[in-house]
């Protein structure tokens, strides 16, 4: 936000603006609509490396990779990817990885997929159930500071934390075909 502007800068400024001042390299994803704009940042970023995955539990293995490699990487994922994660969040769990990831969620708010719901009231105890800590996000004025307490729950605390993007907070999906 520049000095002589009161309106705070987009959610999604925000929060690449944390993962930036926080020393992220690598920002692994599945393609989402939710986390477009940050992925465009990243991409324009000379300093972070945006790391397209064909499944998320790829994302969780990179994350653990850049660790090991001295370097902070964050997952980016939409909530019917957090199934994929499930066996793989061994790894954090067991070796004490931190873990960062920022989950946009599907089957709340205006969900015309009836398939996305029942992904979506498992993700919270999903990740819980595998010792990530969860934190959620509702509207814009939540997301700076709920993204650096996560952040720094991670990273400076060594746990292994989900920030849920809420689907309200993301928009109404607006399905395009069909009858």
């Not at 992904?119 to 500071?145: F, N």
Request: negative net charge.
């Amino acid at each position: 936000m520049a000095a002589d502007d009161a309106t705070p800068a987009p959610w999604q400024d925000q929060i690449f603006a944390i993962l930036k001042e926080g020393g992220v390299r690598q920002v692994a994803y599945v393609p989402d609509a939710g986390h477009a704009h940050l992925i465009r940042r990243v991409h324009a970023d000379a300093g972070m490396r945006g790391i397209v995955l064909s499944t998320e539990e790829e994302g969780v293995a990179t994350a653990c990779g850049a660790w090991l490699g001295g370097e902070r990487a964050v997952l980016l994922m939409q909530s019917s990817g957090v199934g994929n994660c499930i066996n793989m969040l061994s790894l954090v769990e067991n070796c004490r990885f931190p873990l960062f990831c920022l989950v946009t969620m599907r089957g709340e708010w205006a969900e015309f997929n009836p398939w996305q719901v029942p992904m979506a009231r498992a993700v919270p105890a999903t990740l819980q159930a595998m010792g990530v800590r969860v934190m959620r996000a509702d509207s814009p004025d939540e997301v700076a500071e709920t993204v650096a307490a996560g952040f720094d729950a991670a990273f400076r605390g060594g746990e292994a934390v989900a920030v849920l993007l809420s689907q309200k907070l993301i928009g109404r999906k607006k399905w395009e075909g069909g009858r």
